[in-house]
């Protein structure tokens, strides 16, 4: 029997404050198996591209909030500024 099973078959018996206490452990133990389940090691197939898709959403965000613009409209001031195309 699950936790959540046995917190369903249990909860008119319980106490307001205990049910509320085993909701706070449900979510907990939620929360507990997502991270859990996000830190196990990406398979080695995706490993690069996953790399690489973290990269690109990285350096942007981080571009933008040292410089306050964005990559593409830095490009387009620089490249107005130099006349290139």
């Known amino acids: 029997m699950t936790f959540f099973q ?13 049910a509320e ?4 452990i449900g979510v ?9 389940r996000m ?9 690069g591209n996953v790399t690489v898709q973290r990269a690109k959403a990285h350096f942007p965000r981080r571009f933008e909030e040292r410089s306050g613009l964005s990559p593409g409209a ?4 620089h490249m107005s ?5």
Do not use: K, N, W
């Not at 830095?74 to 001031?77: E, G, I, L, V």
């Open 21 to 24: 206490r085993m909701a706070t």
């Open 81 to 85: 500024a130099t006349g290139a195309r």
């Open 74 to 77: 830095y490009r387009q001031t």
């Open 28 to 36: 907990d133990l939620i929360a507990a198996s997502l991270a859990e």
């Open 39 to 47: 830190a196990q090691e990406v398979p080695r197939a995706v490993h």
């Open 6 to 18: 046995d917190l369903a078959r249990q909860i008119g018996r319980l106490s307001p404050a205990s």
